[in-house]
Nanobody
């Protein structure tokens, strides 16, 4: 059974940081490009960041570039999203995706 489980979300003040994790099982993680998406209230789900299989090829949406860092640990079959300098507009449910499988999402709320 394929599982992707996001964690690490929460409420944080503007300028704060969070680190999201995506723990996976049931598929060949080390061969999978891992992608983070987010869905804000009333908006479509959007791509945030992507990391290649060896972790040396990363891409970011312009809205998060320079603030977010995607990483992975193939031994732990887990992907991460380090989010710094958070803004109000980063508030969303964050999802990870691998091989077109989705996790259940984790809520990130940036609020003062």
């Amino acid at each position: 059974e394929v599982q992707l489980v996001e964690s690490g979300g929460g409420m944080v003040q503007p300028g704060g940081s969070l680190r999201l994790s995506c723990a996976t099982s049931g598929f060949t993680f080390s061969r999978s490009i891992m992608t983070w998406y987010r869905e804000a209230p009333g908006k479509e789900r959007e791509w945030v960041a992507r990391i290649g299989t060896f972790g040396d090829n990363t891409n970011y949406a312009d809205s998060v570039k320079g603030r977010f860092t995607v990483s992975r640990d193939n031994a732990k079959t887990t992907a991460y999203l380090q989010m710094n300098s958070l803004k109000f507009e980063d508030t969303a449910v964050y999802y990870c995706n691998g091989q077109n499988y989705w996790g259940q999402g984790t809520q990130v709320t940036v609020s003062s």
